[in-house]
């Protein structure tokens, strides 16, 4: 195998998008074991690779008007001749480093998962699994947050997007049923995405399980040690939902209009709104379509009930 000890990695902007996208440095991690990784990525996912091993540099670019980030981005990375150059974002940026090799996704195959697609883009030899790398002071947080035995059960549901979101009322008559009377509820988010406080604090006083409130709590990262606590996870679409399903939660994704096939949480679990409007929330989804499939995937992956 050639000698590969520097490569750059462009990674994408959203936090869902960069989860995803790690099965990307994962993969070349385990193939060439001694190279060193220089990461571009944007604030909201900085803190998903701050802690991968073999890190040498971490550069944060956010996006600027007229696309002037990409002479940002060149400035901060041409100083170096690169084994291998890896966009995830098909940028003009790559075109115009010293690199041995490049790999540019364009994202225009439309066939199959994302991660499928990154695998045919890599021509792979090896499965592609998202994961995000942390430290032991991240699980040390985590384990004071999550007090007690368990079993968690997590919970997310707000994203950047309400026509991605099931009714905050839904999942308070969910949770409320017999079928999570053994759980305590791992509540997971941030405040800018709560579209109605007043809904949330009504869940928060009628929820008849223990709620360990962690909205707004620490950073992405820290949620991963969170997660491999966690029994189960339901939510919406969001980054918080690939997140759980890059760890060994089982992952139930809630979807309303976006594309489950491309997007539903890798190796794990999706039921989807008939209603695929843009404009309103996934209301179609009926409580006990819901449950049904919770139980379907316990079913298959032996969950607590």
């Given at each position: 195998?050639?000698?590969?000890?520097?490569?750059?990695?462009?990674?994408?902007?959203?936090?869902?998008?960069?989860?995803?996208?790690?099965?990307?440095?994962?993969y070349y991690y385990h193939i060439y074991p001694t190279a060193q990784f220089t990461i571009v990525i944007s604030r909201f996912s900085k803190e998903l690779f701050a802690r991968f091993?073999?890190?040498?540099?971490?550069?944060?670019?956010?996006?600027?008007?007229?696309?002037?980030?990409?002479?940002?981005?060149?400035?901060?990375?041409?100083?170096?001749?690169?084994?291998?150059?890896?966009?995830?974002?098909?940028?003009?940026?790559?075109?115009?480093?010293?690199?041995?090799?490049?790999?540019?996704?364009?994202?225009?195959?439309?066939?199959?998962?994302?991660?499928?697609?990154?695998?045919?883009?890599?021509?792979?030899?090896?499965?592609?699994?998202?994961?995000?790398?942390?430290?032991?002071?991240?699980?040390?947080?985590?384990?004071?947050?999550?007090?007690?035995?368990?079993?968690?059960?997590?919970?997310?549901?707000?994203?950047?997007?309400?026509?991605?979101?099931?009714?905050?009322?839904?999942?308070?008559?969910?949770?409320?049923?017999?079928?999570?009377?053994?759980?305590?509820?791992?509540?997971?988010?941030?405040?800018?995405?709560?579209?109605?406080?007043?809904?949330?604090?009504?869940?928060?006083?009628?929820?008849?399980?223990?709620?360990?409130?962690?909205?707004?709590?620490?950073?992405?990262r820290h949620m991963v040690p969170i997660f491999e606590r966690c029994d189960l996870f339901v939510g919406s679409d969001s980054g918080l939902m690939h997140l759980a399903a890059s760890?060994?939660?089982?992952?139930?994704?809630?979807?309303?209009?976006?594309?489950?096939?491309?997007?539903?949480?890798?190796?794990?679990?999706?039921?989807?709104?008939?209603?695929?409007?843009?404009?309103?929330?996934?209301?179609?989804?009926?409580?006990?379509?819901?449950?049904?499939?919770?139980?379907?995937?316990?079913?298959?992956?032996?969950?607590?009930?």
């Amino acid at each position: 195998m050639t000698s590969v000890t520097k490569i750059l990695f462009i990674g994408p902007t959203r936090v869902g998008d960069s989860v995803l996208a790690s099965s990307v440095l994962n993969y070349y991690y385990h193939i060439y074991p001694t190279a060193q990784f220089t990461i571009v990525i944007s604030r909201f996912s900085k803190e998903l690779f701050a802690r991968f091993p073999r890190l040498d540099d971490l550069f944060v670019i956010d996006k600027m008007p007229y696309k002037m980030h990409w002479p940002k981005v060149w400035w901060s990375v041409v100083g170096q001749r690169w084994d291998l150059v890896i966009d995830m974002r098909h940028s003009p940026v790559s075109y115009f480093l010293r690199a041995n090799e490049r790999k540019v996704f364009n994202g225009h195959d439309d066939a199959g998962h994302m991660v499928e697609k990154f695998s045919r883009f890599l021509s792979a030899t090896l499965p592609l699994q998202p994961k995000i790398w942390y430290d032991q002071a991240d699980r040390d947080d985590a384990n004071r947050v999550l007090s007690g035995s368990g079993p968690f059960l997590a919970v997310s549901p707000f994203s950047n997007w309400s026509p991605k979101d099931w009714p905050i009322e839904q999942y308070l008559v969910l949770l409320n049923g017999d079928y999570f009377k053994k759980y305590t509820i791992v509540l997971t988010g941030i405040t800018k995405d709560v579209r109605d406080q007043s809904a949330l604090d009504f869940f928060l006083d009628q929820v008849q399980l223990p709620v360990i409130n962690l909205f707004d709590w620490g950073h992405l990262r820290h949620m991963v040690p969170i997660f491999e606590r966690c029994d189960l996870f339901v939510g919406s679409d969001s980054g918080l939902m690939h997140l759980a399903a890059s760890t060994q939660c089982k992952t139930l994704g809630l979807f309303g209009p976006t594309n489950a096939v491309r997007y539903r949480p890798w190796n794990n679990y999706v039921v989807q709104s008939d209603n695929r409007s843009r404009e309103v929330e996934c209301v179609d989804l009926s409580v006990d379509r819901v449950l049904e499939a919770i139980m379907e995937m316990c079913h298959a992956t032996d969950c607590v009930s």
